[in-house]
């Protein structure tokens, strides 16, 4: 490895950089990891409670169908606790119709969707709501299939390309529900314990701000004026982020076009603990949609350790909440749950705020997602990257994309490619060609 301070350079200690740096050190490569925070996890991180029980206030949610992050909550020890989903939903206001009915109504659009062929050119340049726009279904079923889009992808859904949500669609492979557990003690500590798994090689506070591609070596820059070289890079960033890093050489007009595609999702998240879940009493689930504000929902995260609900605005309501404040998020989040549970939700004992919105490392929460109506091969073209610069994120995962699991896969997916490259490089030195 002489001449460099590493085979390879990730940056990015989120779950895709972590879990690329884990592969590549298990194959014997030399690694440095470089994280822009003070923490590592990306958009997944943890806040405690006052009596010191801490929640996830980023990404959380896993289910049977995500092999890797499973996997990883066992090789650490951590339990999953099943999110507790019997019992009725509340609707506010109350459905005109059944809500099985309108649920059933929500999943035929759904299905619809996902049922087109993405490169279909009837739908190009459709945005998802103006698709939906021009679908015949009830009202209320289209108010909820454009509040699972917008929840989801926390955009608007007249800025989401209709082939996007397609192709996603069918990336996420489970066949069941993605909020069955979460982890009992935080899946933000599956992240430290990949990253005490890498001790040294792991720099904190240190942002990438400039990269130097210069044959088969790269220089990289930090925030902190420090220049470090590798043979590789990995940028496991969210394309916004990735975006704002500079390129000496610049990047090919068609990497840097792929690079522009995306806008951060926006998303706040609170966790509201009580003193017991009540709402179960009544037969009821602690979910919550709210049919009227779009982006909205809760429900129970209740466990062995502490009562609580999660509550998430999401995509134009996020927005809207951010710029008018915490204490107005606040007061909002105490007088929704107490119109839709009853007085006993103002019994609140702990309540933890966190704004995505405009993060200044991770763009928002909890995807990026493309805008670019025409940008059809903008996540085949970062995958490609400019070797021997390297580009991964949850979204450009094979499976599960915006999720955990996703982040996990992408980062392993960068990993093969450098492993591939580094061993192609040892063998073409070796033939002394």
């Known amino acids: 490895m002489s001449g460099y301070d590493a085979d390879v350079i990730v940056a990015g200690a989120g779950f895709t950089g972590l879990s690329a ?8 490569l030399d690694v440095i990891v470089l994280e822009a925070c003070d923490r590592v996890g990306g958009r997944v991180e943890r806040t405690a409670f006052a009596d010191g029980v801490a929640m996830d206030t980023g990404g959380q ?5 995500m092999p890797n992050v499973t996997a990883l909550a066992r090789r650490f020890g951590l339990r999953l606790a099943e999110t507790p989903l019997d019992g009725e939903f509340v609707f506010r206001p109350q459905a005109s119709a059944n809500p099985e009915a309108v649920f059933a109504e929500t999943d035929r659009i ?3 969707a996902e049922g087109m062929d993405p490169r279909d050119p009837k739908i190009a340049g459709l945005t998802a709501g103006e698709w939906l726009a021009r679908q015949n279904d009830p009202p209320d079923a289209k108010a909820g299939y454009q509040a699972m889009v917008e929840g989801l992808w926390c955009r608007p859904a007249g800025e989401i390309p209709l082939w996007y949500l397609i192709d996603n669609d069918r990336r996420t492979t489970s066949d069941g529900n993605e909020l069955q557990y979460f982890v009992e003690g935080t899946i ?5 314990a990949l990253a005490a798994t890498l001790g040294q090689r792991l720099r904190l506070g240190t942002p990438v701000v400039r990269i130097t591609r210069a044959g088969d070596s790269v220089s990289v820059r930090t925030g902190n004026g420090d220049v470090l070289t590798a043979r590789q890079v990995i940028i496991a960033v969210p394309p916004v982020m990735a975006s704002r890093i500079v390129h000496e050489p610049g990047l090919p007009a068609s990497l840097a076009g792929a690079l522009g595609a995306w806008k951060s999702g926006t998303v706040i998240k609170a ?8 709402w179960r009493d009544r037969g009821l689930s602690g979910m919550i949609l709210w049919r009227d504000t779009l982006g909205l929902f809760a429900c129970d995260v209740s466990s062995a350790q502490a009562t609580a609900l999660v509550v998430f605005a999401g995509g134009p309501l996020a927005v809207e909440w951010s710029a008018k404040g915490r204490a107005f998020i606040e007061a909002e989040i105490r007088r929704r749950l107490v119109e839709a549970l009853g007085e006993a939700a103002a019994g609140v004992t702990g309540l933890l705020i966190r704004d995505w919105v405009g993060d200044p490392w991770s763009g928002g929460g909890y995807s990026d997602v493309i805008t670019d109506l025409q940008a059809y091969d903008a996540e085949d073209i970062l995958r490609a990257g400019a070797p021997p610069v390297h580009f991964a994120s949850s979204e450009l995962a094979s499976s599960f994309p915006a999720y955990i699991e996703g982040a996990i896969v992408a980062g392993r997916e960068a990993a093969v490619r450098v492993i591939a490259a580094h061993q192609s490089a040892i063998a073409t030195s070796a033939s002394g060609s």
């Open 21 to 28: 740096a884990d592969a590549l050190v298990s194959a014997g």
């Open 61 to 65: 949610f896993v289910c049977d169908e």
């Open 110 to 112: 759904h299905a619809r």
């Open 188 to 192: 933000h500590a599956a992240a430290e």
């Open 271 to 278: 966790l509201v603990r009580l003193e017991r879940p009540f």
